[in-house]
């Protein structure tokens, strides 16, 4: 599994934001140049961040966006799936999918919801602190690569 490029970018983009403070205001232009992440790219990725509830927008002077809670508070789970919706790692246990041909005959299928459950978990217990920590301080390993 592999992260899209979108929701990579906005792990990075996250992690900037938090490393200057849950209070700070920042623009998309300003991560985008800390992160080298394209600006329409980051725009984007800022607004949908903001709509998932993990960013707060201010209009006007001294405005910008900031992190709407303390980075510990925010996990890799939710900036995944700000960007990529539910975490899931086969379409079959979404609701109203018939499409596959082993379906009704598929052993697995029940299965998938806790095999989901574990991924999101260990991706919940990723916070954005860690992610956010400056070098030297102990890293993160990975934990899994998505891919759209």
């Known amino acids: 599994m592999r992260l899209s490029s979108l929701a990579d970018y906005a792990v990075v983009m996250m992690s900037a934001a938090a490393r200057h403070g849950c209070g700070a205001r920042l623009s998309a232009a300003v991560l985008a140049d800390e992160t080298h992440v394209p600006l329409p790219t980051a725009q984007k990725l800022m607004q949908k961040l903001a709509g998932a509830g993990l960013l707060t927008s201010a209009r006007g002077t001294g405005g910008g966006f900031s992190l709407s809670r303390p980075a510990a508070a925010i996990s890799l789970a939710d900036i995944i799936e700000a960007v990529e919706g539910p975490i899931a790692l086969t379409a079959c246990v979404d609701e109203g999918r018939e499409d596959c041909a082993l379906d009704h005959h598929c052993a697995v299928r029940p299965h998938w919801a806790v ?31 998505m891919v759209n």
């Open 115 to 145: 095999v989901n459950g574990a991924v999101r978990g260990a991706l919940a217990g990723v916070s954005l602190s860690q992610l956010a920590a400056v070098s030297g301080a102990p890293r993160v390993a990975p934990v899994i690569e």
